[in-house]
C-alpha cells in the first residue's frame, strides 16, 4: 500500500521542539553542574526558534485553516495564537524560575527537558482534531507535569502532591476516555470535524451523546481545575516547588482552554444547549467555593490557587454565552471573550508566582502572605509591581483584569441571564478583598525579612514588564481583544 506523506508544514514547530528536546537530553549528559547555563540558553533558544517556525507556518498558510496527518491535526488562527502565547508563558517561567533551580539544586537537564515535552503536549492539545490526538497531548502534557512536582525527591510535601496529582489525574483521563468512546459510539468518527457533521444528521442517538457529554465535560473540567474536580489543585500547588507551580498555573491553561474549544465548541457545538447548562454550574461553584476558600489563606501559594478556581470560573462564563435559543450570533463574540480572559489569566498568574519566587532565596521560602510585609520598604519598585497584578487579579480598573471580567460578564448578560452576571459580580467582590490584602500588607505593615531584594537581571526586567504589561493592556485593551475576535471568527 502507498501512504501519501502528509504535509509537515502546520506541524514544524512541534518537530523541532521535539528534536530539541531530544537534543537537549543528550548535551546534558556531558555537561558539569557549572555548565547548565548552556541548557537554560538552549531551551530558551527551542522556544524562539518554535515561535519563528509557527509565524511561518501561518505565512506558509496564508492563514487559512489547514488539516494534515489523515485530518487528525489542524493548524488555524487560534491555534498559532495560542501556541505563540504558551511559548512566552514557557520562557518567563525558565527566566523566573532559575535562581530558584539554582539554590535547590534542581538546576538540572531534566527540569528544562521536563518542561519542553509538557510544552510539546500542550501544543499537540492545542492543534488537536482527532479525539486520539488530543489525548496523546493531553497525556504527554500530563505526565511530565506529574514528573516535574515529584522532582525535588527530599520534599515529602512534593511527594505526597505528585501522588495526589497522579491518582485523580488518571482518574480524570478514564472519565475523558470513556466520555469519547460513548460519542464515537454514538457518531462513528474520532475526528472532531466529522462528529461535528454527524451531529447535524437525524439519526445520532442523542441519549447515548449526553451521557458521553457529561464525562467528557468533567475530564475539561478537571484540566481547567474547576469545581467539583478542583481537589488537586490546592494541594498541587502548595506541594509542588514555587518553580513547578509557576509553571502548572500558567501555559496548561492555555492548553485547557483549546481543548474545551476542540471538544466543546468545534465538535460538539450542535449539544450547546446540553453543555452549556453544565457549564453554568461549573462556573458558579466555581466563582463561589475558589472566592470563599480563599480568604482562609495564609499561605499565598494555596491562596493563589483557590483564586485559579474562581478565575477557571469566570472564563467558563464566556463558554457559556455562545449560542443563545440555537441562535450562534454572540457566538464569536462570547468565545473570543473567553480566550481574552484564559491569556491575560495566564499573564497574571507568571506575575504573581514570579514575585513568590522573586521573594525566596536559598534556605527560605516565601509561601506566606506574612513574607510580603513591608516590601515597599525593602523595593519600592517590586511592591509597585505586585500591586499592579493584585489590582488586575481583583479586577480593579484601568488594569487588564478589569477587562477581562467585564468581556465575560458582557457575554453572559448577551444570553438574559442577568442572575449569573450578578451573581459573578458578587464573587468578585468577595474575591477582591484577599488580594487587596496583600497589598495592605505591603505597604501598612513593618517588614518582617531584611534581606535585600536583588533578583537577576533577566529575571527584574521580565517581571518588571510583565507588571506594566498588565496595566498597558488595561489601558489598550484593543489590540489582544481584536487578535482573539479574528482567531475564533476564523474557526
Not at 437525524?202 to 475530564?219: R, Y
Not at 470563599?292 to 478556581?309: D, E, F, G, P, V
Not at 460578564?409 to 448577551?414: I, P
Amino acid at each position: 500500500m502507498n501512504f501519501p506523506m502528509p504535509d509537515l508544514v502546520p506541524a514544524y514547530a512541534e518537530i523541532f521542539l521535539a528534536a530539541m528536546a531530544c537534543v537537549i537530553l543528550v548535551v546534558d549528559l556531558f555537561l558539569k553542574d557549572e555548565q547548565r547555563d548552556v541548557i537554560y540558553s538552549l531551551s530558551l533558544l527551542t522556544l524562539l526558534g518554535c515561535a519563528v517556525l509557527t509565524v511561518g507556518t501561518v505565512q506558509a498558510t496564508g492563514g487559512q485553516v489547514t488539516y494534515t496527518f489523515n485530518n487528525m491535526f489542524v493548524s488555524d488562527y487560534m491555534g498559532n495564537l495560542l501556541k505563540t502565547m504558551t511559548y512566552i508563558a514557557v520562557a518567563a517561567c525558565l527566566v523566573y524560575s532559575r535562581s530558584y533551580l539554582a539554590d535547590r539544586g534542581m538546576y538540572r537537564g531534566e527540569f528544562f527537558v521536563l518542561v519542553l515535552f509538557a510544552t510539546l503536549g500542550m501544543m499537540v492539545m492545542i492543534s488537536a482534531n482527532h479525539f486520539l490526538t488530543l489525548y496523546l497531548g493531553l497525556e504527554l502534557m500530563s505526565l511530565a507535569l506529574y514528573t516535574l512536582v515529584a522532582l525535588q525527591r527530599d520534599s515529602a510535601a512534593a511527594t505526597e502532591a505528585a501522588m495526589k496529582y497522579f491518582v485523580l489525574g488518571a482518574l480524570a483521563s478514564g472519565l475523558l476516555l470513556y466520555g469519547m468512546s460513548m460519542i464515537y459510539g454514538a457518531t462513528g468518527s474520532l475526528e472532531i470535524t466529522a462528529v461535528a457533521k454527524a451531529l447535524e444528521g437525524a439519526k445520532v442517538n442523542k441519549a447515548v451523546l449526553v451521557f458521553g457529554l457529561v464525562f467528557v465535560v468533567s475530564g475539561i473540567a478537571f484540566k481547567l481545575g474547576v469545581v467539583p474536580f478542583h481537589m488537586w489543585i490546592p494541594d498541587v500547588y502548595h506541594g509542588a516547588p514555587t518553580a513547578v507551580t509557576l509553571f502548572i498555573g500558567s501555559a496548561p491553561k492555555l492548553a485547557g482552554f483549546a481543548m474545551a474549544m476542540r471538544l466543546l465548541v468545534n465538535g460538539l457545538l450542535a449539544l450547546a444547549v446540553d453543555w452549556q447548562q453544565m457549564l453554568v454550574i461549573l462556573a458558579v461553584l466555581s466563582m463561589a467555593i475558589g472566592n470563599l476558600a480563599a480568604i482562609a489563606q495564609s499561605n499565598i501559594k494555596r491562596m493563589l490557587a483557590y483564586s485559579t478556581i474562581s478565575h477557571m470560573g469566570f472564563m467558563l462564563l464566556g463558554l457559556l454565552s455562545g449560542v443563545v435559543n440555537n441562535n450562534w450570533l454572540n457566538a464569536a463574540d462570547a468565545y473570543s471573550a473567553a480566550m481574552f480572559y484564559a491569556i491575560v489569566y495566564v499573564l497574571m498568574s507568571l506575575g504573581a508566582f514570579g514575585m513568590v519566587l522573586l521573594l525566596s532565596r536559598s534556605g527560605f521560602e516565601s509561601e506566606n502572605i506574612n513574607d510580603f510585609k513591608g516590601l515597599n520598604a525593602r523595593s519600592p519598585w517590586f511592591a509597585f509591581i505586585m500591586m499592579l497584578l493584585m489590582f488586575s487579579l481583583a479586577g480593579v480598573p484601568p488594569t487588564v483584569g478589569f477587562f477581562a471580567k467585564y468581556a465575560v460578564l458582557l457575554a453572559a448578560l448577551g444570553t438574559g441571564q442577568v442572575w449569573l452576571v450578578v451573581v459573578a459580580v458578587m464573587f468578585a467582590l468577595v474575591g477582591a478583598f484577599y488580594y487587596l490584602r496583600v497589598v495592605k500588607v505591603m505597604y501598612f505593615d513593618e517588614p518582617l525579612q531584611t534581606a535585600a531584594i536583588e533578583p537577576r537581571l533577566d529575571a527584574g526586567v521580565l517581571l518588571s514588564a510583565n507588571g506594566l504589561a498588565v496595566l498597558l493592556l488595561g489601558i489598550m485593551p484593543g489590540p489582544l481583544m481584536q487578535l482573539c475576535f479574528y482567531s475564533i471568527k476564523a474557526l
